[in-house]
């Protein structure tokens, strides 16, 4: 199963597995990782699963959709690696994911 590693604004270092084809939001959800909100319940409709991919990641999870680009203008504090963590969706190549929650989010 892939792991995907989740780091807080303050650096402690969360490492989970999930099985492929769950998403980095229910990564997160599902073991109580803090700084994932999740609101709309990934429906890519409210942006507080705002995550920031590890930059040696960031080429190989691809692209952001339309939809989660226009979301993300909502995300606080956005960076050109931040994307929505339900719209990542978990597969073996993506063993070792790290990604970072915001500190606007509790994380
Ligand atoms: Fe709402 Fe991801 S959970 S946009």
Redesign the pocket.
């Known amino acids: 199963m892939p792991q995907i590693t989740y780091v807080d604004a303050g650096g402690q270092e969360r490492t989970v597995e999930v099985s492929s084809g769950t998403s980095v ?1 229910e990564g997160a959800i599902r073991n109580g990782i803090p700084g994932v909100l ?12 705002h995550v920031y991919v590890d930059q040696s990641w960031t080429s190989r999870i691809g692209n952001a959709s339309e939809t989660e680009r226009a ?1 993300l203008e909502y995300a606080n504090d956005a960076r050109h690696n931040s994307r ?4 990542i969706t978990m597969t073996d190549a993506l063993n070792g994911l790290r990604v970072t929650t915001p500190e606007t989010q509790g994380g």
């Open positions: 939001m999740a609101e709309c319940g990934g429906a890519c409709s409210c942006a507080t699963c979301m929505l963590a339900c719209q």
